[in-house]
Structure formats: structure tokens, C-alpha cells
């Protein structure tokens, strides 16, 4: 039986009626120095990134966020900055993050990015038999906080970020510090910290690939196997004219067209309808 919850922990949040914590946006290469000198004296950070995969048609990174020895940090992407020497110290340190697959993947792909080791509190809450993972979930069951989940659907590549999206990007990271030490203790009453350092090793490994998409069988999509030879051939070739639309038009594809109605149309020629006939 897993151990009671421990009693809440007060933590700034924006929805409690306290203060978000203090931040660091740093902009400039000048603003980097702090930082620097900050993850030069400890062994682990806590770690985030704000992507814009809902808005563009390549994924970019747009924020980074940090807390390190207590302070937040936040590094605005979407500006010229010399990076190298970020990205050498994180390889050094210990990450703590929250559903880190995409964002090791993501940062694979950046910069070739490897973390040295890794606590991700998402598989750790998987590893409890926690029906809900997500950090809101988490943090709601944990320490009584209600985050504002508006910056999950925000467009992070647009400048200036509002005061509203700074704040909910500190919070992601704020929090995780005191989620990790709680997640600790379960798992070490139930005997299952060496299987969580082993899915995080292996979380590494597999973001180490980035995103590799295999062009042979990308377009088959949705409930592709409702298809046959025409309607596999209409898909084939619809598939790819959403691909340059939404390049063309640097958005992701799904807006341009969703996979569920690629299918669709694939379907009707093949039944001998007409794509109008499902639009």
C-alpha cells in the first residue's frame, strides 16, 4: 500500500493568491552570465521547454525555462543566442522534468542534446498507478494548486511574451522540486526507484533518435487500414499535397487538413463517391 500523502507543502501559484515566483528573462547574451554562474554551482536543474508545434509547420523551441539553486530562469529562444555553453553545462547535470520524451527529443534535434541522467516525475507518477499524470494533476492531488492551463495552447514563438504566459512558464518548473522529493519517498516505500532510473535511461536513449519519420509509411494515417489498393493510392497522394500546403503555408498539417477526413476522402473515391460528398 503506498504511504499517505505528506502534508502540503505551500508553494507560490498564480491561482492561490500568491505571487508567481521571481524570474529571469534572459534575452541577450549578456543576460546569460547569471545563469551560468548559477548551474556552475549546483548538480541538478529543473527543466522545461515551450514549443510552437501547434502553430508552425516545424517544430521550434521558443523557451527554455530552468530553476537552478532556487532561481528561475527564463531563456527566450526566439533570439540570437550563444548557446554552446548552456548546453555543456546541462549535459553535466542531473534534469528534473515532467513528461520529458518530447523535450529530449526536441532538444536532440536542436542541438544534439544528451542529458547525463534524468528524474521524470511523469513516470514516476505512472509507476504509483496514478490515474491522472499530468503536472496539473499532480500538483492539484499533491499541494491543493489549480495551474492555469492556458499556455498549453498559446503560440510560444510570438513576441513579446504576455506577463501571463512568463508566469505560467516559471510555474512548470517552480513546482517540480518538491513533486520529485514526494514521488521519492512513494517509491522508495514500494521498492521501485531503480525502476524508474531505469525508464528514464531508457527515456534518454529513445529521445536520442529525435524525430525520425519514415517517409514509406508516414502518410498512412488515422484508420489507414480501412483502405484498399485505390483508396491506399488517393491517401498516398493526399497525404503528401497536405504535407506542401502546410509547408508552404508554415502551419502544421493538421490545420490545414485533419487524418481523419484524409481517410475519409480516400475512402469515398475508392467506394466510387466523390470527395465533395464527405466535405
Not at 534572459?26 to 545563469?35: C, N, R, V
Not at 489498393?229 to 485533419?258: M, Q, Y
Not at 484524409?262 to 473515391?269: D, E, G, R
Amino acid at each position: 500500500m503506498a504511504p499517505a500523502a505528506p502534508a502540503p507543502v505551500r508553494i507560490a501559484s498564480a491561482t492561490s493568491g500568491e505571487r508567481p515566483p521571481h524570474f529571469t528573462l534572459i534575452d541577450t547574451p549578456a543576460g546569460l552570465a547569471p545563469l551560468y554562474a548559477a548551474l556552475d554551482r549546483v548538480d541538478e536543474v529543473a527543466m522545461d521547454t515551450e514549443a510552437d508545434n501547434m502553430f508552425h509547420y516545424r517544430t521550434r523551441v521558443c523557451l527554455l525555462q530552468f530553476l537552478v539553486d532556487g532561481e528561475v530562469y527564463l531563456v527566450d529562444l526566439m533570439t540570437p543566442l550563444p548557446l554552446d555553453p548552456l548546453w555543456q553545462r546541462l549535459a553535466e547535470k542531473h534534469l528534473i522534468m515532467h513528461g520529458s520524451d518530447f523535450d529530449i527529443r526536441l532538444l536532440h534535434d536542436l542541438c544534439r542534446f544528451r542529458p547525463r541522467s534524468l528524474f521524470d516525475t511523469m513516470l514516476a507518477a505512472q509507476l504509483l498507478n496514478r490515474p491522472r499524470v499530468g503536472l496539473g494533476a499532480l500538483l492539484e492531488q499533491h499541494f491543493g494548486l489549480q495551474l492555469d492551463k492556458s499556455g498549453q495552447k498559446a503560440n510560444w514563438s510570438k513576441r513579446p511574451l504576455t506577463p501571463k504566459l512568463l508566469d505560467y512558464a516559471a510555474l512548470d518548473v517552480w513546482h517540480l522540486p518538491a513533486l520529485r522529493d514526494l514521488l521519492t519517498r512513494e517509491l522508495a516505500v514500494l521498492n521501485r526507484l531503480e525502476w524508474l532510473d531505469q525508464q528514464c535511461r531508457r527515456q534518454i536513449e529513445s529521445g536520442l533518435t529525435g524525430f525520425p519519420r519514415d517517409e514509406e509509411t508516414a502518410w498512412r494515417v488515422g484508420p489507414a487500414d480501412r483502405l484498399r489498393g485505390r483508396g491506399l493510392s488517393v491517401l498516398h497522394a493526399i497525404w503528401h499535397w497536405r504535407e506542401r500546403w502546410a509547408e508552404d503555408l508554415d502551419t502544421p498539417p493538421f490545420k490545414v487538413c485533419n487524418n481523419d477526413l484524409l481517410v475519409n476522402i480516400a475512402l469515398a473515391i475508392e467506394q466510387g463517391d466523390s470527395a465533395e460528398s464527405v466535405l
